[in-house]
């Protein structure tokens, strides 16, 4: 699933479009296409994993899912869009293996730009209140969760608890109040990270936990298991990262 930090690029390519006037909606989604011919794209946002092309009295939200993928002034061999946008000397947007609607309200009434970790309006201050309010959370599930992380994903989990040393079946509640923030500090800090090195085609080189074997640091083998109530991939170190409960239930790895 691609991470808020693809999304951003998208939208950077994309932006491209935002003043232009739809000529030409198709493609294999259940939306009605007739509706976006001859309207205009204010501007082209983005939180989290969302894609928003905004019109406007209306706007699209695109969300590419496991598998999505999107192609700007061509097509994907072999493949029909889910949804392909035509304007003015051929140019078109096109967007595969996704989810597309409508969001009929003001984008500002909808979304929480504070909780996107690469927004200007990042409030780390709020997702600190948020963790707080949940305190039997496994920290796994927490920086999976959207309406407190916008835009973390499955890797960008398992690059932070590495980084910060945290084991990912730690409960919010059991952190003290340093490695609260920290972990604030960090899903934001390693988003931009992610970002960077994404633009530069080198993201891979830069995992240290993500699908990896072996623990830089002990040189130990890495567990990898499915965890938390998200049943994502984790993978890190039962060594140099530090479990922190508050109440030492047992926990099943699977």
């Known amino acids: 699933m691609p991470e808020g930090p693809s999304i951003h690029i998208l939208r950077e390519e994309a932006a491209r479009f935002a003043g232009k006037t739809v000529l030409r909606a198709s493609g294999n989604s259940s939306i009605d296409m007739a509706r976006l011919v001859g309207h ?7 939180w989290g994993k969302h894609l928003l092309v905004e019109f406007k009295s209306f706007s699209l939200r695109i969300h590419l899912l496991m598998f999505g993928s999107y192609r700007i002034n061509e097509g994907k061999d072999g493949a029909v869009p889910r949804l392909s946008l035509g304007f ?9 293996s996704c989810s597309v609607r409508y969001v009929e309200e003001p984008l500002d009434l909808v979304y929480d730009w504070s909780a ?13 209140k948020k963790l707080r309010a949940m305190p039997g959370t496994l920290v796994c599930d927490a920086l999976l969760d959207q ?10 989990k398992n690059e ?9 079946l730690s409960t919010v509640g059991a952190l003290p109040a340093p490695k609260l923030r920290e972990l604030v500090v960090q899903a ?11 633009k530069a085609f080198v993201l891979r080189q830069h995992w240290l936990a ?3 074997r ?13 965890l938390g109530k998200t049943q994502r991939r984790s993978f890190f170190c039962e060594s140099c990262q530090r479990l922190y409960q508050a109440h030492q239930a047992p926990f099943e790895l699977t």
């Open 40 to 46: 205009r794209i204010v501007a082209v946002r983005s």
């Open 88 to 96: 003015a000397n051929g140019e078109e947007l096109n967007f595969y």
């Open 116 to 128: 996107d970790v690469l927004s200007d309006a990042w409030d780390a201050a709020a997702a600190r």
């Open 147 to 156: 309406s407190v992380f916008s835009g973390v994903g499955n890797i960008i």
């Open 160 to 168: 932070v608890l590495f980084r910060i040393r945290l084991h990912p």
């Open 188 to 198: 934001r800090q390693y988003s931009f990270d992610f970002l960077e090195w994404k």
């Open 210 to 212: 993500h699908t990896k």
């Open 214 to 226: 072996i623990c830089p640091r002990c040189n130990i083998p890495f567990v990898k298991a499915y």
